[in-house]
């Protein structure tokens, strides 16, 4: 059975403060990973992928990931109260023909003004 | 360029009736996928197609959930007799490349259709 595990939260930080959101896996053979924020009663909108160990930088976010440990996490600078969300972690447990996401819990994150 | 939609947003029956759920991915996406949320639990995949053809439907929890997608373009899931456990939000979400870059593309979500079965 293949998982992803998350803290579920919530997790608050003040405005202007890094966020960071943590997520490991199961499936050592995982080979790409995706950042999902989710807003309540929203659908779940990509923010960033990676695919290869390092840091992934995108605006104020980066992705990290450590497929040696099994972990890849989200950081997101400047918080602002609208990254107030669920961010759900999903890693490609698909083979070479397919893709089947396995989704982590997400975590709830509040940015407080 | 029209995202993934989904018909309908709400749905609310009874125990023992059928449901249809709908998915209208991206235009020019091949690969359509379905997903399924119940309360308080994680996103779980159901199944993959690529254009009409059913490529992984090992998340499919019972022969009560049938998936079409013909002519490659939109996908319905059928939920025939439905159960109080089915309750939950189902996403689809569409990708555009397949093949060997298959394990990098973006899956894009639908907002989802909420049932409720009583």
């Known amino acids: 059975q293949k998982e992803v595990e998350q803290n579920s939260g919530p997790l608050s930080v003040p405005e202007g403060a890094i966020a960071s959101l943590n997520c490991t896996y199961s499936?050592?053979?995982?080979?790409?990973f995706f950042w999902y924020r989710q807003y309540s009663g929203k659908s779940p909108e990509l923010i960033m992928s990676?695919?290869?160990?390092g840091d992934k930088e995108d605006g104020r976010f980066t992705a990290q990931l450590n497929k040696a440990s099994q972990y890849v996490s989200l950081l997101i600078r400047d918080s602002q109260p609208s990254d107030s969300a669920t961010y759900l972690c999903a890693v490609n447990a698909g083979d070479n023909y397919g893709q089947n996401f396995v989704f982590g819990p997400g975590t709830r994150l509040s940015v407080l003004p | 360029e029209a995202g993934v939609t989904q018909f309908p947003s709400h749905s609310v029956i009874e125990k023992g009736q059928t449901v249809t759920l709908r998915c209208d991915p991206i235009?020019?996406?091949?690969?359509l996928y379905w997903y399924r949320r119940v309360m308080g639990k994680e996103i779980k995949f159901l199944l993959h197609?690529?254009?009409?053809?059913?490529?992984?439907e090992s998340g499919m929890p019972n022969n009560r959930f049938l998936a079409e997608r013909t002519g490659g373009t939109y996908s319905t899931l059928k939920v025939q007799p439905a159960e109080l456990e089915d309750s939950g939000v189902y996403f689809c979400?569409?990708?555009?490349?397949?093949?060997?870059?298959?394990?990098?593309?973006?899956?894009?979500f639908g907002p989802g259709t909420r049932l409720t079965v009583l």
């Open positions: 235009s020019g996406h091949d690969n």
């Open positions: 197609f690529v254009k009409e053809s059913k490529q992984d």
């Open positions: 979400a569409s990708s555009q490349d397949g093949g060997l870059a298959v394990l990098t593309d973006t899956q894009y």
């Open positions: 990676i695919y290869s160990n």
């Open positions: 499936d050592r053979g995982s080979q790409s």
